[in-house]
Every structure is written in C-alpha cells, then in structure tokens.
C-alpha cells in the first residue's frame, strides 16, 4: 500500500555529486523512518543512511562526511545529497521506509525499486 518512487542516478565522474530523491505515497498512516541502501555489483545490500521523522541520522562509516540525508515530512520524501563520490560507491541504491497505512495498523518495511549510480572516469 505504500509506493516509493526514486531518481536521481546516474554516471559521475569520482568527486562529482548526485542528488537522490525518494517520495513515498499510497494511504501512509505514520512513516517511521526513510532511508537508503545500496548493493554494489556481486555484494550484499548494506545500510547507507537513514533518518527518522524526529531529524535523528545514522550513516553507514564509509560515507559519514561525504553523504548528507535529508527529509522533508510533508511531502514524505527523503533526499541523499552525496558529495566527494568515488568508485567504491557505485552500486544500486534502493530507498526504504518503515512505515504504518491506513488499513494496517502494523509497521511494515517498502522497499523503491533501485537507481543506479555509477561512480568512474
């Protein structure tokens, strides 16, 4: 019940910046918090960052200083502005929200469907 829709990626060259964008919509009730993940070609998908509707972040270390998460409550959108970008930071970021609807008082995780950001000269 809850859709997350995400742009943004694309090819930079290492220390260029991107800008993600992630809106959530469908009957959200009460988003708990929004965030970002990321899987590197033949790797794990691993944490990034993620913030709660309180203002509270949490980065993963390989991108504390580099990567700065943001949200914006009324639109139900988080945005990653990622500065200093290098190769080891290409991979498909996925956004994800943990989040309550209408029809269901439970939380339950959604996950967006994936932008791919490439990092190389």
């Known amino acids: 019940q809850v859709q997350l829709a995400e742009s943004g990626g694309g090819l930079v060259h290492p220390g260029g910046s991107l800008r993600l964008s992630c809106a959530a919509s469908g009957s959200i009730f009460r988003i708990y918090h929004m965030g970002w993940y990321r899987q590197a070609p033949g790797g794990q998908r691993e944490l990034v960052a993620t913030?709660?509707?309180?203002?509270?972040?949490n980065y993963a270390d390989s991108v504390k200083g580099r990567f700065t998460i943001a949200r914006d409550n009324a639109k139900n959108t988080v945005y990653l502005q990622m500065n200093s970008l290098i190769p080891e930071d290409t991979a498909v970021y996925y956004c994800n929200t943990m989040a309550s609807t209408i029809t269901l008082g439970v939380k339950s995780t959604y996950w967006g469907q994936g932008t791919q950001v490439t990092v190389s000269s």
């Open positions: 913030v709660t509707n309180g203002g509270a972040t």
